[in-house]
């Protein structure tokens, strides 16, 4: 059983999808109909911290950005149980998502504060506006479906971009995200059953730009690469302009159509990351 816990292909996809997709369920049971079904989505933050405590061991105090990472996401799920649990809705639950984001940043780079250069703080500011659309956008779709594949494929964009000449941990880490995520997406197709509640979408924002700073601040990873995953967060107002997609209106449907275009999205932000990489290794 240890062995099997302790292979990385277990940690960062069978695990944390079986344990979000039973949890699920289980939470719904355990406190019922409307309490249970807003706090359904913290099953994707317990199956991926289950698999992160796997992945790395905590560490206290934490000294490394990756150290830091599960206190972060322990706190991002408090607080989004609080607010799951009082059925808060509109500016307060983005506005709390978002300065969560603004703690992750300032945990992991204020360390290297007086380093950052011109260039640094560019990037700073960039993660800072992508954090308040993620926040916006899942805010806005926690009833629909649609929140739940934004951050489905963002996670398994910033996994697969870490892949490429940058962190085979931070990838790990991206793909239990997905792979959580995907556990309970499976309980909302082909009709939605649970809103993504702020335990999930708190968790999942939360960590996402924690290895996204660490993936430009730490790593040789594309950020070309990173900012081409933003569009994520747009996938059902582009099926809605697109022709020949904004026609499909049927829940399940419409569904497998945003995760088409995220799929796609993915795909292009990775293979710039490949090209990008070949081009860096060469020489050119």
């Not at 993504?196 to 924002?205: D, F, K, N, P, Q």
């Not at 996204?212 to 730490?218: G, I, K, P």
């Not at 497998?256 to 710039?272: D, F, N, R, T």
């Amino acid at each position: 059983m240890s062995s099997l816990l302790n292979n990385p292909t277990i940690q960062s996809s069978l695990l944390p999808l079986l344990l979000a997709l039973g949890l699920t369920g289980l939470i719904r049971a355990a406190f019922g109909a409307q309490h249970g079904g807003r706090l359904a989505s913290a099953a994707i933050a317990i199956g991926f911290i289950a698999s992160l405590v796997l992945i790395q061991t905590p560490v206290f105090p934490a000294r490394s950005a990756s150290q830091k990472l599960p206190y972060l996401v322990a706190l991002a799920l408090l607080l989004g149980l609080i607010v799951d649990s009082l059925n808060l809705r509109g500016r307060t639950v983005q506005l709390i998502g978002f300065l969560l984001s603004l703690t992750a940043l300032g945990w992991l780079l204020g360390s290297r504060i007086n380093r950052i250069d011109l260039a640094g703080w560019a990037l700073i500011l960039l993660l800072i506006a992508v954090a308040w659309l993620a926040s916006w956008r899942s805010s806005v779709a926690r009833e629909r479906i649609d929140g739940g594949i934004m951050l489905l494929f963002a996670c398994g964009g910033v996994g697969a971009i870490s892949l490429i000449g940058a962190s085979a941990s931070i990838a790990q880490t991206g793909f239990a995200m997905m792979a959580a995520c995907g556990g309970f997406l499976l309980w909302n197709w082909p009709r939605l059953r649970f809103a993504l509640g702020a335990s999930a979408h708190y968790v999942l924002i939360t960590a996402l730009v924690a290895l996204c700073a660490q993936l430009l601040f730490f790593t040789k990873a594309s950020g070309w690469a990173l900012l081409l995953l933003t569009p994520m967060l747009l996938i059902d107002r582009l099926q809605a302009q697109l022709p020949g997609l904004r026609n499909i209106t049927h829940p399940a449907a419409r569904a497998l159509c945003l995760a088409g275009l995220g799929a796609l999205i993915c795909a292009l932000a990775v293979g710039v990351a490949l090209l990008l990489s070949r081009s860096s290794a060469s020489g050119y």
